[in-house]
């Protein structure tokens, strides 16, 4: 089981940048197909970006275009750039991470996928 730990958080004020970081460690990473997720207080968790081994990327409509979602992989590290950030993207950022399998990559950005959670980092934009 990979464990993972996300920083990076803050503030900021609306159209900055933060750029988010999650640390792998516990299991090889290239078992794993990796994701960004976030949830506002009295909403549901949001998938935002999530991306394979080799690089193949999907987003949420409501990012596409600002965020863009990388890797490290000789790091174990992942990583969301955010860009021309939105009061509406306040929310605790989570990085997570699935199994990859015989069948191949597809892209989800279901929760329910995802085995493994880091602890979340908090990011606010104000206006």
């Known amino acids: 089981q990979v464990q993972l730990v996300e920083s990076g958080g803050g503030s900021v004020q609306a159209g900055g940048s933060l750029r988010l970081s999650c640390a792998a460690s516990?299991?090889?990473?290239?078992?794993?197909?990796m994701a960004w997720f976030r949830q506002a207080p009295g909403k549901e968790r949001e998938g935002v970006a999530t991306i394979s081994n080799y690089d193949y990327t999907a987003y949420a409509g409501s990012v596409k275009g600002r965020f863009t979602i990388s890797q490290d992989k000789a790091k174990n590290t992942l990583y969301l750039q955010m860009n021309s950030l939105k009061p509406e993207d306040t929310a605790m950022y989570y990085c997570?991470?699935?199994?990859?399998?015989?069948?191949?990559?597809?892209?989800?950005?279901?929760?329910?996928?995802?085995?493994?959670w880091g602890q979340g980092t908090q990011v606010t934009v104000s206006s």
């Open positions: 516990g299991d090889t990473y290239s078992n794993y197909y």
């Open positions: 997570a991470a699935r199994r990859r399998r015989a069948g191949g990559y597809y892209a989800t950005l279901s929760s329910t996928d995802y085995g493994s």
